[in-house]
T-cell receptor, first 111, second 116 residues
């Protein structure tokens, strides 16, 4: 059973701080990794994709991938109250079109 | 604007009724997906389709049916056999093979189904 695990939270950080969201996955052969943001009552929005080991930065977001440890993380710098949402980690299934989603981490950014 | 549309936004079903949820995309994506999300839980795959006239069952296909007669459209029918259909239903699409980011999935706004 392929799995993607996330701490459900809630994770609470003050405005301006760095929020760190973590995810582990079970399929060692996985090649594609995604972070989605989902506001309450809305659909998920893709915010980061990462395919190789290391860091990938996009604005205030940095995705980090360590395939040896089967670990992927998302850092949000200068967190804003508008970043308060559930963040879903997703991992592409090897050799196919399917993607396994974690249950998500709820983030609260306090003004 | 390119994107994915789902309709209706809210749907109410009586016991024993079949209902069909619409999903349309104009992104020229080959693959399309249906997920179900229950409160406080992650996404569970119902059905997916890689090309027109072909689709595969996901993890929770029982009580659901789909068709893929056009590249742009992937409707989902929730049948009376689905015992607990109240949930948030999400349609997604992704590019076909041949691109490195072929399984980046983009979601529609969702349909919230309630059984009365």
């Amino acid at each position: 059973q392929k799995e993607v695990e996330q701490n459900s939270g809630p994770l609470s950080v003050p405005e301006g701080a760095i929020a760190s969201l973590n995810c582990t996955y079970s399929d060692r052969g996985s090649q594609s990794f995604f972070w989605y943001r989902q506001y309450s009552g809305k659909s998920p929005e893709l915010i980061m994709s990462i395919y190789s080991n290391g860091d990938k930065e996009d604005g205030r977001f940095t995705a980090q991938l360590n395939k040896a440890s089967q670990y992927v993380s998302l850092l949000i710098r200068d967190s804003q109250p508008s970043d308060s949402a559930t963040y879903l980690c997703a991992v592409g299934v090897v050799g196919g079109f399917k993607t396994i989603f974690g249950a998500g981490t709820r983030l609260f950014v306090k003004a | 604007d390119g994107g994915i549309t789902q309709s209706p936004k809210y749907l109410f079903r009586k016991e024993g009724q079949n209902v069909t949820l619409s999903c349309e995309q104009n992104l020229n994506h080959d693959a399309m997906y249906w997920y179900r999300q229950d409160p406080g839980q992650g996404l569970r795959l119902i059905y997916y389709s890689q090309i027109v006239n072909d689709f595969q069952k996901g993890d929770i296909a029982e009580g659901y049916s789909v068709s893929r007669e056009k590249k742009e459209s992937f409707p989902l029918t929730v049948t009376s056999a689905q015992k607990n259909p109240t949930a948030f239903y999400l349609c997604a699409s992704s590019k076909g093979t041949g691109t490195v980011n072929y399984n980046e999935q983009f979601f529609g706004p969702g349909t919230r189904l309630t059984v009365l």
